[in-house]
C-alpha cells in the first residue's frame, strides 16, 4: 500500500464529508447521509480523525425513530440529484418518525455495534471514546430491539426485511425470484442515478417499478410494521443482514461489559444471539449448496443462489465447524478459480451473474471486508490474505470506484471500475485493511 493512495483515501473523506457534520458516499449520486455506509466511513476517520467518527455516528444515529428503527437515508440538505429523495419517502406518514430530520422509511443492515467496538480496538484514548460510546450504545441497543420486537415475526431470533435497499445488496439476483411474483405498475418517475454513472451497470427501469412499488405498499400503510408484514409482497430473512446483526449483538454485550451495571440488556442480546445463531444454521444454511441462503416469508421457500452475502455468517461467528469447511469448500469453487479477483458479488457460474451491474456480479469493498474479518477469524488465513490483496489490489489499479469488474484478472489493460469515483467506503476500507492483519 502507497503512502499517497492513503494521503488520497483520506483526502476524498475530508472531500465527501459535509458541514453538517456527515458524509456522502460520493458526489452527486448519493448526496445525503446513508445508514451503513456511514458506519464504514467512522471506521476510516476512525485512523486520522476520531472526531469525524464520532459525527458520522451522533449524525446518523440523531435520526432514529421513536420506535428504535433507523432510516437508511438522513436527508440532512436540499439536493436534486438522487431520486427518491424526501418528497417521495414522506417519512412523516409514520407517528414515530424523527421530528428533528427528513428519512427514508427503511432500513439498512445495522452495522453501528460492530463499528463502534472496532473503533474503540483501534483508537488511543480509549477512555474518551469509551465516553462518546456512553451517549450512543443505547441508541443501538434501542434499534436491535426494533428488529426483534417488530421484524421478527415467528420469534426466531432472525430478523426480516420488506425492501431490497434494506438489504444493501440492492439488485442482486436473487430478488429475481420475487420480482417474478409482482406485477406492478409501470409508475412515471424521472431517473437520476443514470445522469451520473454509466445506465449499463445500473438497474432497469422495470426493476425500479418494483423498488418503487415496494415503497408505496410502505407509504399506503404509515410504515407500520404489523401492516406491511400483512401485506407486502417482499419480507426476507436475509443471512448478511441477521449476521450483521448477530455480530453487533456480541459487540454491544462486550462494550456493556466493559462499561458494567447494564445486565439486563446483556442477557437480553445473549438470549436473541443463541436463537439467531441456531435459526441461522438451521433455517438459512443449504447443506446441498454448501452456502447460507436467503428464506422468503411470504412464499415460506429458500432463494435458491449463491452470493458474496451466503458466507458472510463466518462474520458473526454461526458456523460450526462442519459448516464452516462447506464453506470454505463452497468459496473457493465458486469464487476463487479462474481468472478473477474475488469476491464477486454473485456467483460466477450462474446465468444471472453480470460482472459490471450493481450487485449482479461486481466487487464490493465492504462485502470483501466482512469476508475478511469472517474467513480471518475462523483461520482460513488463505483465503484472508487473498480478500485483503485483490481489494487493495484492485483499488491501487482502478482507483477509489464504487465496485470492480472482478473478471480478467491478467488482463492489466480492462477496465474494472464501476459506479461512481471518490467512493467513501472504499477509501475508508482501504485504510482500515492498511492498519489491519491476519491473525497468523
Not at 502507497?2 to 456527515?22: D, V, Y
Not at 446513508?34 to 458506519?39: E, L, Q, R, Y
Not at 430478523?159 to 439488485?171: F, K, L, M, P, Q
Not at 449499463?200 to 401492516?227: S, V
Amino acid at each position: 500500500m502507497s503512502k499517497p493512495l492513503i494521503e488520497k483515501a483520506q483526502k476524498i473523506l475530508l472531500n465527501n464529508h459535509q458541514k453538517g457534520g456527515f458524509t456522502i458516499p460520493t458526489e452527486k449520486l448519493y448526496p445525503f447521509q446513508w445508514m451503513w455506509d456511514s458506519g464504514f466511513i467512522a471506521l476510516g476517520f476512525a485512523h486520522f480523525d476520531i472526531e469525524k467518527a464520532k459525527s458520522e455516528i451522533n449524525n446518523i444515529l440523531s435520526a432514529q425513530w421513536e420506535n428504535g428503527f433507523i432510516p437508511h437515508i438522513v436527508f440532512h440538505t436540499k439536493a436534486d440529484t438522487y431520486f427518491p429523495g424526501p418528497d417521495f419517502f414522506q417519512s412523516e406518514l409514520s407517528e414515530f418518525s424523527s421530528k428533528k430530520f427528513k428519512t427514508s422509511g427503511i432500513t439498512q443492515p445495522p452495522v453501528f455495534g460492530f463499528v463502534l467496538e472496532k473503533i474503540y480496538e483501534i483508537v488511543d484514548d480509549k477512555k474518551d471514546f469509551l465516553k462518546f460510546i456512553k451517549t450512543q450504545i443505547d441508541k443501538v441497543y434501542f434499534n436491535h430491539v426494533y428488529f426483534y420486537e417488530n421484524r421478527d415475526v415467528n420469534n426466531e431470533g432472525l430478523a426480516y426485511i420488506y425492501h431490497n435497499w434494506e438489504s444493501g445488496t440492492d439488485n442482486s439476483p436473487l430478488w429475481d425470484t420475487i420480482w417474478g411474483t409482482m406485477n406492478p405498475p409501470d409508475y412515471k418517475f424521472e431517473r437520476k442515478d443514470t445522469n451520473h454513472v454509466d445506465s449499463t451497470q445500473r438497474p432497469t427501469k422495470r426493476e425500479y417499478d418494483h423498488y418503487i412499488h415496494l415503497l408505496e405498499i410502505a407509504k399506503n400503510h404509515k410504515y407500520d410494521d404489523k401492516k406491511i408484514a400483512e401485506f407486502s409482497p417482499f419480507l426476507v430473512q436475509d443471512p448478511l443482514f441477521n449476521a450483521i446483526l448477530l455480530k453487533s449483538n456480541q459487540s454491544l454485550i462486550n462494550l456493556y461489559s466493559i462499561i458494567g451495571g447494564e445486565e439486563k440488556k446483556i442477557e437480553y442480546l445473549e438470549n436473541k444471539n443463541r436463537l439467531g445463531v441456531d435459526s441461522l444454521n438451521k433455517k438459512l444454511y443449504d447443506s446441498k449448496l454448501g452456502a447460507y441462503v436467503y428464506y422468503d416469508l411470504r412464499n415460506s421457500k429458500k432463494l435458491k443462489g449463491i452470493s458474496s452475502s451466503s458466507f458472510s455468517p463466518l462474520f458473526c461467528g454461526a458456523p460450526d465447524e462442519r459448516i464452516s469447511k462447506q464453506l470454505e469448500k463452497t468459496f473457493n469453487e465458486k469464487f476463487s478459480t479462474g481468472d478473477k479477483y474475488i469476491c464477486a458479488s454473485f456467483d460466477t457460474s450462474s446465468e444471472s451473474f453480470n460482472p459490471k451491474k450493481y450487485w449482479r456480479g461486481p466487487v464490493w469493498l465492504n462485502l470483501n471486508w466482512i469476508l475478511f474479518h469472517g474467513f480471518n477469524e475462523y483461520g482460513l488465513f488463505d483465503i484472508s490474505k487473498r480478500i485483503k490483496k485483490d481489494s487493495i489490489d484492485l483499488i491501487e489499479n482502478e482507483g477509489f470506484y464504487e465496485y470492480f469488474d472482478p473478471t480478467n484478472k491478467k488482463d492489466k489493460n480492462k477496465k474494472r471500475a464501476c459506479g461512481s469515483n471518490n467512493f467513501s467506503w472504499t477509501a475508508a476500507l482501504y485504510l482500515d485493511f492498511f492498519n489491519r492483519g491476519t491473525k497468523n
